[in-house]
T-cell receptor
Framework: EPEVTQTPSHQVTQMGQEVILRCVPISNHLYFYWYRQILGQKVEFLVSFYNNEISEKSEIFDDQFSVERPDGSNFTLKIRSTKLEDSAMYFC??????????????FGPGTRLTVL | RKEVEQDPGPFNVPEGATVAFNCTYSNSASQSFFWYRQDCRKEPKLLMSVYSSGNEDGRFTAQLNRASQYISLLIRDSKLSDSATYLCVVMNTGGFKTIFGAGTRLFVKA
């Protein structure tokens, strides 16, 4: 079964450093998403991406965040200057046809980001 | 009012029990509805989509009431392997923004 992959599985960084989280969505999917989940809290939507541009973003996704699909297979989330409160699990997801009720978002296993 | 609100947990039930989870959403223009399950420190996985007419998948039954903005999930004959957090998920029109509920934790004991 095809799957979404994410690297690294765990990233430790110092406050103020830039990090790039990488995702490889399922190959024929067109819609891509990033979510975060702070330990013990709910999954929060960050951004959706379609046709090489951001479709929608949440209030969490401020100027410190950016997304890119650099080469047609990878989908990246960059955090420019990390803060302690950015420590969380970051999930990437992809889907083939958008938010229709028959569609499934496939989630990657997540990258645990720890900011020290 | 929270965008997606779920029953507070945890639910502790014996094997074989029937358990029901409720969820309400605030945006009447929401288009698509789902139940996901999440095991500890793992990614969410789709359990089932929720259709307006209600739908069933084995021991699981989902219902949607658009007028009341209410979604439910019924699990019959609970198994130990059903122990997880159940997430109510709502997508807006166009499918670009997904809102997760905080989840309801289920413990099924032998």
């Amino acid at each position: 079964e095809p799957e979404v992959t994410q690297t690294p599985s765990h990233q430790v960084t110092q406050m103020g450093q830039e990090v790039i989280l990488r995702c490889v969505p399922i190959s024929n999917h067109l819609y891509f998403y990033w979510y975060r989940q702070i330990l013990g809290q709910k999954v929060e939507f960050l951004v959706s991406f379609y046709n090489n541009e951001i479709s929608e973003k949440s209030e969490i996704f401020d100027d410190q965040f950016s997304v890119e699909r650099p080469d047609g297979s990878n989908f990246t989330l960059k955090i420019r200057s990390t803060k302690l409160e950015d420590s969380a699990m970051y999930f990437c997801a992809s889907t083939s046809t958008g938010g229709y009720s028959t569609d499934t978002q496939y989630f990657g296993p997540g990258t645990r980001l720890t900011v020290l | 009012r929270k965008e997606v609100e779920q029953d507070p947990g945890p639910f502790n039930v014996p094997e074989g029990a029937t358990v029901a989870f409720n969820c309400t959403y605030s945006n009447s223009a929401s288009q698509s509805f789902f139940w996901y399950r999440q095991d500890c420190r793992k990614e969410p996985k789709l359990l089932m989509s929720v259709y307006s007419s209600g739908n069933e998948d084995g021991r699981f039954t989902a219902q949607l009431n658009r007028a009341s903005q209410y979604i439910s999930l019924l699990i019959r004959d609970s198994k130990l392997s059903d122990s997880a957090t159940y997430l109510c998920v709502v997508m807006n029109t166009g499918g670009f923004k997904t809102i997760f509920g905080a989840g309801t934790r289920l413990f099924v004991k032998a």
